[in-house]
């Protein structure tokens, strides 16, 4: 375990609540990326595999709970484009 790779997760892991509270609340798609949501889902997926396959320790908790809150974020961009176009 890297305390380095912890460091990072928990940093990008404190930003995705409010990104998925504003996407809640405002209901709006306007400055987000559903390209950069999968591409970073993307990335938590493959660290969840590296450290299942090489390295598996409890920094993987950190990847799952990561990847989690940007599947919900991507769950409520096309929550929120469906409702701009009813």
């Excluded at 390209?35 to 908790?61: E, M, N, R, T, W």
């Excluded at 990847?63 to 809150?69: D, R, T």
């Amino acid at each position: 375990m890297s305390i380095f790779e912890v460091i990072m997760l928990i940093c990008f892991g404190l930003a995705w609540p409010f990104s998925i509270y504003k996407s809640y609340k405002s209901r709006e798609i306007a400055g987000k990326s559903i390209l950069f949501l999968c591409v970073v889902f993307v990335g938590y997926i493959a660290g969840i595999f590296h450290k299942l396959i090489f390295s598996f320790d409890i920094v993987i908790c950190l990847y799952a709970l990561n990847a989690s809150l940007v599947y919900i974020d991507i769950t409520l961009y096309y929550r929120n484009k469906q409702l701009l176009t009813e």
